[in-house]
């Protein structure tokens, strides 16, 4: 008797339910069951509700804080691994706590390392993500880690936008070669913002090295956190005399006050995906769905066919 391979299983974590459904909606299939129980002190488990053995699983979910998103994955993977699934891989839309990549100081972790230890020692045996906050991330893991680019969203997006005196802009230095690939791309000039930071999230001056005067100007960046960064950087273009300003962010935090931040500030439009599920809802958030994309990647992953075609940059 021949071996069958089990048909995938995708499972959602439970803040990313909403982009999980979508996902296995595209990729024709629905979503596993998952129970949590929870104790009365906040200690939670996760429960398959249905076979996994042998089976290739897919575990849909961001890890961005609290800690809480992170602790769900890795019990997830756990359980699955327990389970004895065939094939494990972390879906994960956006990786969380990768800002710290490296010893920028004396005396701090390496958090983006930790977390790709521990992804592995849970039994994560590949990892699907997009537009990680710093590319060299993905030489932490020692699994196969497929690392996607929003701008197969982004691109067509700007594209259809049809913009006279388009120019692509970096918030700041080290978002440079994000704004050089899209600026090639769309055969555009490119502007850089250098910003001095007082401590974490909050800048103390910004300055703009290009020209913006008459020009539709288009920041791009992989998060947007407290939007200070973003909403200072367009109020000072519009000073230049940019006629629009425009951003486009993988990943939308949205923490503190940047909703008010972004409704009072000079940005046209901030153009976001759903890696992340929105706070609240904003006139000026336009939301660009990733579980097509997602979902074609983990099919092409399944049938062990390429995925270079989904990397536009």
């Known amino acids: 008797m021949s071996y069958q391979v089990p048909e995938p299983k995708i499972f959602a974590c439970t803040q990313s339910t909403h982009l999980a459904e979508r996902i296995a909606k595209s990729f024709g299939s629905d979503l596993g069951k998952v129970m949590f129980s929870r104790y009365s002190d906040g200690e939670f488990q996760p429960s398959f509700e249905e076979s996994v053995r042998g089976a290739r699983v897919f575990i849909v979910g961001s890890?961005?804080?609290?800690?809480?998103?992170?602790?769900?994955?890795?019990?997830?993977?756990?359980?699955?691994?327990?389970?004895?699934?065939?094939?494990?891989?972390?879906?994960?839309p956006y990786f969380g706590w990768a800002r710290q990549d490296r010893k920028d100081k004396p005396r701090v972790p390496i958090a983006a390392k930790l977390v790709a230890k521990m992804l592995e020692v849970a039994g994560a045996t590949r990892i699907i993500t997009m537009d990680l906050h710093a590319d060299q991330i993905q030489g932490f893991f020692e699994k196969p880690v497929d690392h996607l680019f929003a701008s197969t969203l982004f691109l067509p997006y700007l594209r259809n936008l049809n913009l006279d005196n388009l120019t692509i802009a970096s918030p700041d230095m080290g978002?440079?070669?994000r704004a050089y690939a899209y600026s090639k791309a769309l055969e555009c000039d490119v502007v850089i913002c250098y910003k001095q930071r007082e401590k974490a999230n909050i800048i103390s001056h910004m300055e703009l090295i290009g020209d913006v005067k008459g020009k539709n100007v288009v920041l791009v960046d992989d998060m947007v956190d407290t939007a200070g960064?973003?909403?200072?950087?367009?109020?000072?273009?519009?000073?230049?005399?940019?006629?629009?300003?425009?951003?486009?962010?993988?990943?939308?935090?949205?923490?503190?006050?940047?909703?008010?931040k972004i409704e009072k500030s000079q940005l046209l439009e901030l153009i976001v995906t759903d890696s992340i599920p929105l706070k609240k809802e904003s006139n000026k958030v336009n939301v660009l769905s990733c579980a097509e994309l997602f979902s074609d990647v983990m099919q092409r992953v399944h049938?062990?066919?390429?995925?270079?075609?989904?990397?536009?940059?």
């Open 63 to 92: 890890t961005n804080p609290s800690s809480e998103n992170l602790m769900e994955m890795l019990l997830m993977l756990d359980a699955a691994k327990r389970a004895s699934a065939r094939h494990i891989t972390a879906v994960m």
């Open 175 to 177: 978002g440079s070669k």
């Open 229 to 260: 960064t973003l909403t200072k950087a367009a109020d000072l273009m519009m000073e230049r005399g940019a006629l629009s300003v425009r951003a486009i962010t993988t990943h939308a935090l949205l923490s503190g006050d940047a909703y008010e």
């Open 303 to 313: 049938q062990n066919t390429s995925i270079s075609s989904k990397f536009l940059m």
